[in-house]
């Protein structure tokens, strides 16, 4: 992590047998050495005079039994199990106590609850292992005290000694889990999170999902300044609550310092945490977060790192984002090896005219089939390509297929329609690549599509760029008919005189803004833009059109085109040209 990982000078704590093997170690050794000397003193009495206790005899030998299968399934001791663990030997000694009556051993077996406390301190966490002196101490007294040869004074003085020793652990569990409990917020601090964490990657299988989020609240110190510090410390409280509630009970959220969270996902895949992120930034006060899914054997370091370099990736890009650090599985290496192996496929969802539901264009989506992690999704890794440069390797890939492609839809569509662009994303990255625009030209000039019918997409921000190379490729592609299209309007950061200002001739409406368009709510941003766009003479796309009546909606205001579910998720080529082109096709006019 960030801060050391481990802390010298720390001696018996909560959890200090946190990882499964020496937590089953402990207690495996823990229920054998309860249960020998029982079964050799049950042994003893058989030979001193003949008449066993059955009791001792079979409770020693159950011990050693699952003290032995305890040791072998130590990899498996988590949590619950150990709960299980202590709870037996717990039980195991007031069976013995009520069983031996009076007899001066009653008191040896009195004395089991302290030094399971002591144990359950060790392999559990503070908070949970406050129970057994809470449970244990007070039933061993009572069964002392029930029992008819028990003297008064005997058990008066366990009493004294048993309570004073369970006061004395009480205190030593609380005090070590308010160090590691956030005063404030009532989760754990950096301390505790720590303790989780380390834990839950022992603990986990490497083929078990394992996600690591951390989050910073946006502007939290503008909440200070307006509301004070108290004001400030409610909302803190308020948000954690709000996002809290909304967490599977296995999670496990700490507070690492200031406006600073780490949430942890037991069993949860990077997209799922994602998705979880998504239904929360609703319900609670605006948040960036930056996700990491568990690689392999890596360290606890580098695990809650890359978690915080998403982070900081998406405080970059912008507030309320939320990016996903899916590993360094993405590497030029890798992408290349992919490439050989056909992992990558593309898939076309098309662009139609709003009036006669005709396709005029499709836009090209990259898609990984990982021969480990499935299909992987592209906002995970996207971003890792640009992030390792790979992005160039891929792009170029993308461009040569998508072209290819709007090169045979050319040859195979209907001798009525009209021929079809493909809109290919590039990066700034790409796009800052000298040479990009002249091997965009090359490739459409090897298949004999017109430049004319390619549209290079760029996301808002990356239009921001001054990067001298960015502009002349965008130059070279213009000039030789190649259309610019800024994708996910509205997202960035552009001023509208910066947009009077870039070469640009196609602007595609953020599919955020056409979401919220239904029957009695309208979307005054794309409202907005499709005006700007008419006086300045570009053309606009609404992207994420799901409804009829968003489609109406859009023809209404002089929206012309559009893509979406509505008319088609992305397909595969042949599907789009038998859909949309092919001679054979009447689902169109």
Known sequence: MTRTTRRPGVGYRPGLFDAADS????????????????????????????????????????????????TVLRHRMRVPLRHLALCWIGGIGLLCQAATGGEPITFTFAWTPSLLALIAFAVIPAAQSLFYPMIFIPLALITLAMHPNASPADVAMSALLMLATGLGLTWFARSALLAETDELTGIPNFAGFEQV??????????DEPLSLVRLDIN??????????LAGGDAAMVAFVAGVTAALPARATMGRME????????????????RDLLERVQGQVAGFSAGISAREG??????????????????????????????GYYASPAAVRDGLRNDEFFLRFQPVVDLATGAAVGAEALVRWQHPTRGLVPPSEFIPLCEASGSIQVLGRWIVHESIAAAATWRRRRRWDREPVSVSINASARELATTGY???????????????????IEVTETDFGSDVA??????????????????????????SLSRLTEIDLDVIKIDQSFVAVIDEDRDSPVADLTIKMAASLGLVVIAEGVETEVQAQWLRERGCRYAQ?????????????????????????P
């Open 23 to 70: 937590a089953g170690i402990l207690l495996g050794a823990a229920q054998f050495g309860f249960g020998l000397p029982l079964f050799l003193y049950a042994g003893y009495e058989i030979l001193q005079s003949g008449s066993p206790n059955g009791v001792l005899l079979v409770a020693g030998a159950a011990l050693l039994a699952t003290g032995v299968l305890t």
């Open 564 to 588: 979406g579910y509505l008319y088609s998720r992305p397909v595969p080529s042949d599907d789009f040209v038998t859909a949309y082109l092919d001679t054979r096709s009447s689902s169109l």
């Open 219 to 228: 502007e939290f110190a503008l909440v200070n300044r307006q509301a004070g």
């Open 469 to 494: 190379a960015v502009r002349d490729n965008i130059r070279v592609l213009r000039d030789a008919g190649v259309l610019i299209s800024m994708d996910d309007f509205g997202t960035g950061h552009s």
């Open 437 to 455: 625009g002249g091997f965009v030209l090359a490739e459409c000039a090897e298949t004999g599509l017109p430049p004319a019918l390619v549209r």
């Open 297 to 326: 054997d890596e360290s606890q370091s580098e695990f809650f790192g890359r978690a915080g370099k998403a982070l900081f990736e998406a405080q970059r890009v912008g507030r309320g984002r939320v990016i996903t650090h899916g």
């Open 197 to 206: 964490l380390s834990a839950a990657m022992r603990d986990a299988a490497l």
């Open 258 to 273: 200031g406006d600073a969270f780490a949430i942890l996902l037991p069993s949860q895949t990077a997209a799922e945490a």
